[in-house]
């Protein structure tokens, strides 16, 4: 089975709109990097702030594979031209 990872603009998006259950009920569990979490971490005061290192289905790890960082900024790359495929940003990987 992959591995899913998000970044941060799923994950905002959906808690923005008090949806984030909806990663859970599509993958099960999924995986941020600590990046992406200490990102959230800075919008502590916004009204849809959730911890996450709460949430028993959400991983947090740091990337030990260098080489895997640099295929996630090209995927966000990507996200940016085709901003209508919101769940562009979840990549399916075994490299983590």
């Known amino acids: 089975m992959h591995k899913v990872i998000s970044n941060t603009t799923p994950i905002l998006s959906l808690l923005k709109i008090d949806k984030l ?3 859970k ?7 941020i990097p600590e990046a992406v979490f200490k990102e959230i971490e800075t919008g502590k005061e916004k ?3 959730q911890n996450l290192s709460y949430l ?9 594979n260098p080489d895997s960082k640099l295929f996630i900024f090209e995927i ?3 996200k940016k031209l085709n901003k209508f495929l919101f769940f562009a ?6 490299v983590i």
């Open 21 to 23: 259950i909806l990663l």
């Open 25 to 31: 009920e599509l993958y099960g569990k999924i995986i």
């Open 47 to 49: 009204p849809y702030y």
């Open 56 to 64: 028993d289905w959400i991983q947090i790890q740091k990337i030990k």
């Open 76 to 78: 966000n790359g990507y």
């Open 89 to 94: 940003s979840i990549i399916f990987l075994d």
